[in-house]
């Protein structure tokens, strides 16, 4: 079974700054196969970032994924307001078929 | 406008059963790969199960198997998840998505409806 782990659990930053969220899995998993979601509360998780670093249609520019193997980054440059939420990474093609990490929540500092 | 929505929650006892249903407009369903993904209350995503276009291929996370079954109606751009045997930890809202060609990445989601477990 292919684990992700996020880190941080929480992320405090200000408006205007830049956010790292980290995902790591227990053992390699294909960048094409790696991707990002937003969920802000009472909504459905948005795809953000497929195939690793591909932005999904109409995702900001501020918004890149990166990484390779097992270790996957996003990195929002200068967060806006509406940036503010929780952050989920996901695998597909190991046991089970696809995971998600436990999330990172972004919070306004 | 491409969307999701499904329908089908409520409450049941332990032991009982609910079919869920998410109905797809604004594209070709028959063409995707459709996905139900639960969240228990508070808590991360949990893929449930998948279904590929034709229905040829269906696969189970390990706690669902042998108590829910997916299924779809693509004359009727519907697709279906059976949950029989319910227990109190199924509690969750269930959300529908669609899968992304080639990469498989959720790219639809639809808005969910809430499913408790409660006796």
């Known amino acids: 079974e292919i684990v992700l782990t996020q880190s941080p659990g929480t992320l405090s930053l200000s408006p205007g700054e830049r956010a790292t969220l980290s995902c790591r899995a227990s053992?390699?998993?294909?960048?094409?196969?790696l991707a990002w979601y937003q969920q802000k509360p009472g909504q459905a998780p948005r795809l953000l970032i497929y195939?690793?670093?591909s932005r999904a249609t109409g995702i900001p520019n501020r918004f890149s994924g990166s990484g390779s193997g097992t270790d996957f980054t996003l990195t929002i440059t200068r967060l806006e307001p509406e940036d503010f939420a929780v952050y989920y990474c996901?695998?597909?093609?190991?046991?089970?078929?696809?995971?998600f990490g436990p999330g990172t929540k972004l919070e306004i500092k | 406008e491409v969307q999701l929505v499904e329908s089908g929650g409520g409450l049941v006892k332990p032991g009982g059963s609910l079919r869920l249903s998410c109905a797809g407009s604004?594209?070709?369903?028959?063409?995707?790969?459709l996905t139900w993904v639960r969240q228990p209350p508070g808590q991360g995503l949990e893929w449930v199960s998948s279904?590929?276009?034709?229905?040829?291929?269906?696969r189970y996370a390990d706690s669902m198997k042998g108590r829910f079954t997916i299924s779809r109606d693509n004359a009727r751009n519907s697709l279906f998840l059976q949950m029989d045997s319910l227990r109190a930890d199924d509690t969750a809202i269930y959300f529908c998505?669609?899968?992304?060609?080639?990469?498989?990445?959720?790219?639809?989601w639809g808005q969910g409806t809430v499913v408790s477990v409660s006796s």
């Open positions: 998505a669609r899968l992304r060609w080639g990469d498989d990445a959720f790219d639809i």
């Open positions: 604004g594209f070709v369903f028959s063409a995707y790969t």
């Open positions: 279904i590929t276009t034709r229905g040829d291929s269906i």
């Open positions: 053992r390699s998993v294909s960048t094409s196969y």
């Open positions: 195939s690793s670093s």
């Open positions: 996901q695998q597909y093609g190991g046991s089970p078929l696809y995971t």
